[in-house]
T-cell receptor
Framework: TQLLEQSPQFLSIQEGENLTVYCNSS?????LQWYRQEPGEGPVLLVT?????EVKKLKRLTFQFGDARKDSSLHITAAQPGDTGLYLC?????????????FGKGTLLTVNP | EAQVTQNPRYLITVTGKKLTVTCSQN?????MSWYRQDPGLGLRQIYY???????DKGDVPEGYKVSRKEKRNFPLILESPSPNQTSLYFC?????????????FGQGTRLTVV
């Protein structure tokens, strides 16, 4: 069972366009993180949101955590080729003695010049 | 520079030949974990460690072993690799396995078992 569903799975756009990536779950998470992974590298954290309804901005990226803490979105304004990569959402919650991160399958974004 | 270092980056081996993938972090992090990343399946946790000598199974532990004798090192051991363990492996560390803690990932080890 995939706890975190990301959509779309693939996205190819032109430089300057806006886009939104979604991360949805039927489960409640105590935190939601977004990572970006480039080819040949490990994921790198972009942002962490912990409060329902929270919105965080990182330059042209806007992250939102749903009120019920079950979903999140990532919006990129005026995308640039440097934004190309695999975007992963990860929900965090306690499972036994482990604070576990559950990852979505990712959205592969390609921004064409 | 704060980092998580995995070795080797690439490995091709034969079925049944024991191998170890090393992972080392220089951030004095307590929490370390191993993931495998497969097309269509995403990142899945194999094992994790809350601290020295404290390890436990993640979601897909079968066929793997780990140890945590020192805080900085968390090797992944495949006693008898099989082709279904061909995958991209990532080691990650964080200050603690807690709410919102950032996970730092290594650069990955691409393993092929033939």
């Amino acid at each position: 069972t995939q706890l975190l569903e990301q959509s779309p799975q693939f996205l190819s756009i032109q430089e300057g366009e806006n886009l939104t990536v979604y991360c949805n779950s039927s489960s409640v998470f105590s935190s939601l993180q977004w990572y970006r992974q480039e080819p040949g590298e490990g994921p790198v954290l972009l942002v962490t949101v912990v409060t329902g309804g929270e919105v965080k901005k990182l330059k042209r990226l806007t992250f939102q955590f749903g009120d019920a803490r079950k979903d999140s979105s990532l919006h990129i304004t005026a995308a640039q080729p440097g934004d190309t990569g695999l975007y992963l959402c990860a929900g965090g919650r306690v499972g036994g003695s482990n604070y576990k991160l559950t990852f979505g399958k990712g959205t592969l974004l390609t921004v064409n010049p | 520079e704060a980092q998580v270092t995995q070795n080797p980056r690439y490995l091709i081996t034969v079925t049944g030949k024991k191998l170890t993938v090393t992972c080392s972090q220089n951030m004095n992090h307590e929490y370390m974990s191993w993931y495998r990343q497969d097309p269509g399946l995403g990142l899945r946790q194999i094992y994790y460690s809350m601290n020295v000598e404290v390890t436990d199974k993640g979601d897909v532990p079968e066929g793997y072993k780990v140890s945590r004798k020192e805080k900085r090192n968390f090797p992944l051991i495949l006693e008898s690799p099989s082709p279904n363990q061909t995958s991209l492996y990532f080691c990650a560390s964080s200050l603690q396995g807690g709410r919102g803690t950032e996970a730092f990932f290594g650069q990955g080890t691409r393993l092929t078992v033939v």
